[in-house]
């Protein structure tokens, strides 16, 4: 099925970038992986104001844009399932979800179609995607990278990041999203390790061994609020895709069941759970940030628990155990592959303060120099 929703060709040189269709790209219809949104959708009369990095970068032929990248519809789904414009399929196993929702991102890159990919990231729609296809996306800061002209999912926590194969084409990437960026001179001084219940025994053996491989201190860290800020932060991406796409449920047969179902819950939900919710991505902020200080400056936790579910047995719910917390926190995290024995490598996530994307960026590549790419 598609990687591509919209083969492009524009620009003379540079890396090849590929940009999720839920962002507005001048002259062509933004879709949002939907056939309720792609009915009306006229050609976007400029571009989402994350992409004017990009634009200047085409226009001195120093990018090449080459297609918008198809997603779980709405960005409201972890999987990558699209029952509209077909399933990216899984580099690393067909039988496979790509994850999502940046599916098309992902695989984009992982397949060699692009070089850089812009995705976007509300609970894990970068970081999941790239663990299922063994690629690097960086989760920006909440705020960094303007969301003027992207179809919204959930305000409070929608950011704008890049996808690659490794973390030389992620920080690429970030000089399209925002020039000048470059990343740390050095790596974190030292990792806090979290643990979270759930994880596969093999892939915390894994991630412990490319962290023991880079040299740098490591210390055991803990994180109690972890699991009350995810139920959190479903409470109000919820409430927050019910007002975003409210709309289009007039469509009668233009939205899948499955997102008619989660915005219905959305519907539902109490301002009173709601505003709990928001009290509760408060205090978790704090502890984050505490722990954070602790830790030297990142903190390091699988990306997913387990390998990928399989296309005949999608679970959104587990595959956002690991990310969801965070954006919760509006942190930036980025996934990376390290090597394994399964056929798809464990992703280490690692996470950083507010704006810390540079040395993310450090750490990541001192990390990925340690132990390799995975074959």
Do not use: Y
């Given at each position: 099925?598609?990687?591509?929703?919209?083969p492009?060709?524009?620009?003379?040189?540079?890396?090849?970038?590929?940009?999720?269709?839920?962002?507005?790209?001048?002259?062509?219809?933004?879709?949002?992986?939907?056939?309720?949104?792609?009915?009306r959708a006229?050609?976007?009369?400029?571009?989402?104001?994350?992409?004017?990095?990009?634009?200047?970068?085409?226009?001195?032929?120093?990018?090449?844009?080459?297609?918008?990248?198809?997603?779980?519809?709405?960005?409201?789904?972890?999987?990558?399932?699209?029952?509209?414009?077909?399933?990216p399929?899984?580099?690393?196993?067909?039988?496979?979800?790509?994850?999502g929702?940046?599916?098309?991102?992902?695989?984009a890159?992982?397949?060699?179609?692009?070089?850089?990919a812009?995705?976007?990231?509300?609970?894990?729609?970068?970081r999941?995607?790239?663990?299922c296809?063994?690629v690097?996306?960086?989760?920006?800061?909440?705020?960094?990278?303007?969301?003027?002209?992207?179809?919204?999912l959930a305000?409070?926590?929608?950011t704008?990041?890049?996808?690659?194969?490794?973390?030389?084409?992620?920080?690429?990437?970030?000089?399209?999203?925002?020039p000048?960026?470059?990343?740390?001179?050095?790596?974190?001084?030292?990792?806090?390790?979290?643990?979270l219940?759930?994880?596969r025994?093999?892939?915390?053996?894994?991630?412990?061994a490319?962290?023991?491989?880079?040299?740098?201190?490591?210390?055991?860290l803990?994180?109690?609020?972890?699991?009350?800020?995810?139920?959190?932060?479903?409470?109000?991406?919820?409430?927050?895709?019910?007002?975003?796409?409210?709309?289009?449920?007039?469509?009668?047969?233009?939205v899948?069941g499955?997102i008619?179902?989660m915005?219905?819950?959305?519907?539902?939900?109490?301002?009173?759970?709601?505003?709990?919710?928001?009290?509760?991505?408060?205090?978790?902020?704090?502890?984050?940030?505490?722990?954070?200080?602790?830790?030297?400056?990142?903190?390091?936790?699988?990306?997913?628990?387990?390998?990928p579910?399989?296309?005949?047995?999608?679970?959104?719910?587990?595959?956002?155990?690991?990310?969801?917390?965070?954006?919760?926190?509006?942190f930036?995290a980025?996934?990376?592959?390290v090597?394994?024995?399964?056929?798809?490598?464990?992703?280490?996530?690692?996470?950083?303060?507010?704006?810390?994307?540079?040395?993310?960026?450090?750490?990541?590549?001192?990390?990925?120099?340690?132990?390799?790419?995975?074959?």
């Amino acid at each position: 099925m598609p990687t591509m929703i919209t083969p492009l060709e524009d620009g003379s040189g540079g890396p090849r970038v590929a940009v999720k269709d839920l962002i507005d790209v001048r002259g062509v219809p933004t879709t949002a992986g939907s056939a309720a949104v792609a009915r009306r959708a006229a050609p976007a009369g400029s571009d989402a104001e994350c992409l004017a990095g990009l634009r200047a970068a085409l226009e001195v032929g120093a990018a090449r844009l080459v297609g918008k990248a198809n997603l779980h519809e709405l960005a409201a789904g972890a999987t990558g399932v699209n029952s509209w414009f077909g399933t990216p399929v899984n580099p690393l196993d067909a039988s496979l979800v790509p994850g999502g929702s940046s599916s098309g991102s992902a695989v984009a890159v992982a397949t060699g179609s692009a070089d850089v990919a812009v995705g976007t990231d509300t609970a894990g729609s970068v970081r999941i995607p790239a663990a299922c296809c063994g690629v690097v996306g960086l989760k920006t800061t909440w705020g960094r990278v303007p969301t003027g002209g992207v179809w919204p999912l959930a305000p409070s926590f929608d950011t704008v990041g890049p996808m690659a194969r490794d973390v030389a084409g992620v920080v690429v990437g970030m000089q399209l999203l925002e020039p000048g960026f470059a990343p740390a001179p050095a790596p974190a001084p030292g990792i806090g390790r979290v643990r979270l219940p759930g994880t596969r025994p093999e892939v915390d053996a894994e991630l412990d061994a490319a962290l023991a491989a880079t040299g740098l201190p490591v210390v055991e860290l803990r994180l109690p609020g972890w699991d009350r800020a995810g139920d959190a932060v479903l409470t109000v991406i919820l409430a927050e895709a019910w007002e975003s796409d409210r709309r289009l449920l007039a469509e009668p047969d233009g939205v899948d069941g499955r997102i008619r179902e989660m915005l219905a819950l959305g519907a539902a939900l109490p301002p009173a759970e709601l505003a709990r919710a928001r009290a509760e991505l408060d205090g978790w902020r704090r502890e984050l940030a505490r722990t954070l200080e602790r830790a030297g400056g990142v903190l390091a936790l699988p990306t997913l628990l387990g390998g990928p579910p399989g296309l005949d047995d999608p679970d959104d719910g587990r595959l956002l155990l690991a990310t969801a917390p965070l954006s919760g926190a509006g942190f930036p995290a980025l996934a990376l592959p390290v090597p394994g024995r399964q056929r798809v490598p464990p992703s280490l996530q690692l996470v950083a303060g507010p704006g810390d994307e540079d040395l993310l960026c450090a750490t990541a590549a001192t990390l990925e120099e340690a132990v390799g790419r995975p074959r």
